[in-house]
């Protein structure tokens, strides 16, 4: 009795400190907003009644009903969707599939709390589920794995108890499980795999498992049945199915196949696929070896085939392009990847424990801090999604009603050194098949019109620390002129320093006017400056300057902001095209008033400092000169540069 109570401690501490650990790993999931395909699936339930749910799923190429009516409930419940709420029902239901996975463990193991503990590791360290737990579009497959770890456990319990209810409710779950995620219908298979590696004969595990294939069998003919989009891919395409192979090769190996990028820069080689393979062959195939040999074949075969059976779906039916940008699609079968390196903590022998715990030392300590590792070397890309969002949402929150355009909006975020060699291993942000309206009304609640264009000219040459390619069409110059004279606001997008800026860049806000009778300047009698603001942000100094066109300007022309100190020297500037290197003068039309908004980096130091900003327009083309600058009185400004402000900085 003592014995038992102290290896129920020992578990229940083990148990807190595992889920402790995964609120550690994965708790900056709770401030993230909605990305990625949360913007096509609350713009589809935004339509969709109850009952209209579970009767057609036309607009997607899935039918996952039952996911969908949760969040459809919640979102009614709550009056909008609330993507804390939302990201809290997956960081949740992660934290109780490790607990499930290390009760399904532990049922099979010679030291179960051992091999139940290491396993809930790995499997909540699982380097792969970096996107299935904070995505709330990936919902499904956390949803559908609680669903199949609990219907299976609590048909042991019932077998073990003699229990009708626990029966019922396993039953219940399992009938359940295809409604959150297609692959729930791997519930009676898996099933039949754990008990026949329990030792039982195949004929009364299959009488066993009768209600659950029924179970899975209505489950797949309501899914054909129920009208939806036609799904991509096909079992012929050779190519994809190995492709296909070789990334889940990769992640069931994946304590090693880290080695592959090292390995293929090392040999020069360019087949990422056939040395992953290759790689993880030689892995597996001798950790199979050394667990056969240790008289675990039993604990082996589930591991292997679970894993096996979890991925045989999508490795049959989806293109190659879909599963290497969809880590999630591997987070069922990280149950079995878990508890296949986690068996290294159940091969303890009484006469070699020292070399027992050094080798489960290395496998799972190892596993375990390459997951954590990988997991939270992508939270800077959330990061970024979260602050691309927060600004975006704030710009468009103090923006006038209309037409917004978003000038370089990033798209998705990946790391520049990938830690494997199949894959994607970024985080989506705004997918191409939807709108950036989506993503303002998912966050916001407010129908704006929103687009988004890619404008290379002012992206950064020499690139940023992260990939980051951008939404919408890619635009010339002559083509982005005409999207910014039908624009109410204009956003650009920065990348100069470790995080993006979202900013206001300014806007056409009258067009056909007549000539101001009140300005600051006017620069070779074509252009006026009618007035200017500065404002401090920070490390910066935000500059707001209104022009007119008076006449047309027959050359390219840039404008210059600078700064100056106490002794007149220039400290910082920021010239360039207006509305952030947008508009082109050139394109301007007599009566035209522009908004153009300009940040300029205050110099770092200590002490009060008096600085003055100063404005001009000068030539681009050919031989550089400045326009004219003069005074409303018609005198001429020194240097043709305009003092707008003088400040002190203290």
Request: charged residues 15%; contains cysteine.
């Amino acid at each position: 009795m003592l014995q038992y109570r102290r290896h129920s401690a020992a578990a229940a501490l083990g148990i807190f400190l595992v889920l402790f650990l995964g609120l550690a790993t994965y708790g900056f999931s709770m401030r993230l907003p909605f990305f990625a395909d949360d913007l096509a699936h609350f713009r589809w339930l935004q339509v969709r009644s109850l009952a209209s749910i579970w009767s057609s799923a036309r607009g997607l190429s899935y039918y996952r009903p039952l996911t969908f009516s949760l969040w459809w409930v919640l979102t009614r419940v709550q009056g909008r969707p609330d993507a804390a709420t939302l990201h809290g029902l997956s960081l949740g239901l992660h934290l109780l599939n490790a607990v499930l996975v290390a009760g399904l463990a532990a049922s099979r193991g010679r030291h179960p709390v051992a091999l139940g503990l290491s396993s809930a590791l790995l499997f909540i360290l699982f380097p792969f589920s970096y996107q299935a737990v904070p995505w709330i579009c990936s919902l499904f497959h956390p949803l559908v794995t609680a669903l199949v770890l609990g219907s299976l456990l609590l048909h042991v319990g019932a077998s073990r108890r003699h229990s009708a209810f626990l029966r019922l409710a396993a039953l219940g779950l399992a009938l359940a499980a295809p409604f959150a995620h297609e692959t729930g219908v791997l519930v009676a298979p898996l099933l039949l795999l754990y008990l026949l590696t329990d030792g039982q004969p195949l004929r009364k595990a299959i009488r066993q498992t009768l209600p659950y294939w029924l179970c899975s069998g209505l489950g797949l003919a309501i899914w054909l049945l129920i009208p939806k989009g036609a799904p991509e891919g096909s079992l012929l395409d050779l190519q994809s199915r190995w492709r296909n192979a070789a990334y889940f090769a990769q992640a069931l190996a994946y304590p090693v196949t880290t080695l592959t990028v090292k390995l293929l820069a090392r040999a020069g080689s360019t087949n990422r696929w056939l040395a992953t393979a290759l790689l993880a062959a030689v892995a597996v195939g001798a950790w199979c070896l050394l667990l056969w040999r240790a008289g675990r074949a039993n604990l082996l075969v589930l591991a292997v085939g679970w894993f096996v059976l979890s991925v045989a779906p999508s490795w049959a039916l989806l293109p190659a392009d879909y599963v290497e940008a969809g880590p999630r699609l591997l987070y069922l079968a990280s149950v079995g990847a878990s508890v296949f390196w986690a068996s290294a903590a159940d091969l303890r022998t009484k006469k070699g424990w020292i070399i027992w715990l050094a080798l489960a030392g290395l496998v799972v300590i190892g596993s375990a801090a390459e997951g954590y590792r990988f997991i939270r070397d992508r939270v800077p890309l959330y990061d970024q999604v979260r602050s691309a969002t927060d600004q975006l949402v704030e710009a468009i929150s103090s923006a006038p009603a209309g037409p917004t355009l978003c000038v370089n909006y990033p798209m998705w975020f990946a790391l520049r050194s990938p830690t494997y060699a199949i894959g994607s291993d970024g985080v989506l942000f705004v997918p191409y098949y939807t709108h950036m309206a989506d993503l303002v009304w998912l966050e916001t609640g407010q129908e704006r019109p929103v687009s988004s264009v890619v404008f290379p000219d002012v992206l950064p040459h020499q690139g940023w620390e992260y990939i980051f390619p951008c939404v919408g069409p890619t635009l010339t110059s002559d083509q982005l002129q005409s999207q910014l004279r039908g624009a109410r606001t204009v956003l650009v997008t920065t990348y100069g320093s470790d995080n993006l800026v979202v900013s206001d860049a300014g806007n056409l806000e009258a067009e056909g006017s007549s000539p101001a009778p009140e300005f600051l300047a006017e620069f070779d009698r074509k252009v006026a400056l009618i007035s200017a603001t500065c404002q401090r942000r920070n490390s910066s100094l935000r500059v707001e300057l209104r022009w007119q066109c008076w006449g047309s300007v027959g050359e390219e022309a840039s404008v210059f902001v600078h700064l100056y100190d106490e002794q007149g020297k220039l400290v910082s500037q920021a010239d360039g095209y207006p509305l952030m290197g947008t508009s082109r003068i050139l394109s301007w039309r007599p009566g035209d008033e522009w908004r153009d908004v300009r940040l300029v980096q205050l110099p770092s130091g200590t002490g009060p400092h008096q600085y003055s900003v100063k404005v001009g327009l000068y030539a681009t083309g050919g031989a550089m000169r400045r326009f004219v600058a003069e005074s409303p009185g018609g005198q001429r400004f020194q240097d043709d540069a305009v003092a707008v402000a003088t400040l002190n900085v203290p």
